[in-house]
């Protein structure tokens, strides 16, 4: 690829951004950075939430990963769609009754003050650590197309990275996300759809029948596992998909946040259905995507690379026509940024509404001020983190991704469980330390579940395990009066 045309594009792209973002922050009020006005379209949401849920990690590594476990992961998608129903359902009528800007401002209501401190401290952990391995795995691919070419070290390549959005969403905050992520969606769908007709017809793919019969009977496209043992079995993937769901996005502050810009709960519920018949094609098209991708290697006599996570990325900027490798770096960019703008501004809300308690303690003048600050510390926060994950993860991304959820997200589930389920009352100043035991009691049991409990092993669904164990510390933790 020529790396002259990669950054003319890139250049372009961004400039695009940039004019979004100085369109939607003209009128911005205190807290538009914070609910958007509450004036946000839901079929917007629901569009723009496809490329934020997704991120660069569906884009390079769920392709990948069908070289090591076939469609399984689709067994989690499924269970997607019990999540967000029930997100829909439970959740997002309590967090408009409620009118919150930070859903971990329920908490406090709920049990107290540290509860409410626990749970906000638990997805700032969670969304800093998930989202920086989100963004590294992009980082590392614009390092090898474009930044190594222009001899730029790694470390200025993620600066220039996370720089770039902080640029962007630094006045508008949710208002601006809620339009660029719309923008970067669609980019991102064009690049899968435009890829797979370009494998097709290099393997001499003529209809759109033939596609479906070439990933079908391609022994990888194999969906269910039934082995009880296995962490791919059909009922743990299920089972998992639709807590992670909840967790991940109902428990989330910054896939909620684009949901309360909503004008009310109507729309809300309406961009959550849609969304989610959207989302399940989507993968579907990913893992077909990969499916496709392996048998172009194959058919080319291509070695494969030692991670899968490589082999999108190889192909695209080594075999693939230049026009397809701009796709990819259009698509690739699109994806990453559209889940890691709307992350550092769900950053900067939860620590300045749930923390720094800004609406209270400070004059509207001064917010800005103190939210402009909050959000650049969040920037280098990423920065940093996305360093350590360049020496540290060696496995798949989108596998570290759901490890990372399940012991961070796994208190917050059984926070919200134990608030919405029971009526019980709790020692709430207990909290914070039941919240760091849960999740060193579930590492040490999926350590040891194989030689414990009879050849199981535990897959995604330490996140429920994590989530048990929290409940239960609650319910032995409840006031008696």
Known sequence: MNFQIVL?????????????????????????????????PWFLVAFGMIGASLSGVTFISVPGEVGNSNFFYFQVVLGYTLGYFTIAKVLLPLYYRLNLVSIYSYLEDRFGFWSYKTGAFFFILSRALGSSLRLYLVASVLQLILFDSLGIPFWVSVLITVGLIWLYTHRGGIKTVVWTDTLQTFFMLAAVVITIFFIGNELGIKSLGDYFSSVADDNRSEIFNWDWKAGTNFFKQFISGAFIT???????????????????????QKNMFWFTTILV?????????????????????????????????????????PFIGIVFVLGIIAAAYSSADSTLTALTTSFCIDFLQIERKFAPEKRILVRKKVHLVFTGLMFFMILGFYWLNNQSVINSVFIIAGYTYGPL????????FTKMKVKDRFVPYLAVASPIITFIISQN?????WGYKFGFEALILNGVLMFLGLYLLRKKD
């Open 8 to 40: 003319l594009v890139i250049s372009a792209y961004f400039l695009l951004l940039f004019l979004i973002s100085w369109y939607t922050s003209r009128k911005v009020t205190v807290d538009s950075f914070f609910t958007g006005d509450r004036q946000s």
């Open 246 to 268: 909840i967790v991940m996005t109902g428990l989330d502050q910054d896939m909620m946040q684009k949901n309360l810009t909503c004008k009310n709960i109507g729309d809300a």
């Open 281 to 321: 094609v989507v993968n579907l098209l990913f893992l077909s995507l990969g499916v496709l991708l392996y048998l172009y290697a194959e058919s080319k006599g291509i070695q494969l690379p030692a991670k899968s996570d490589e082999l999108f990325p190889l192909l695209a900027t080594q075999y693939f026509s």
């Open 413 to 420: 589930l059984g926070l919200y469980s134990f608030g919405l």
């Open 449 to 453: 579940s194989e030689k414990w409990l």
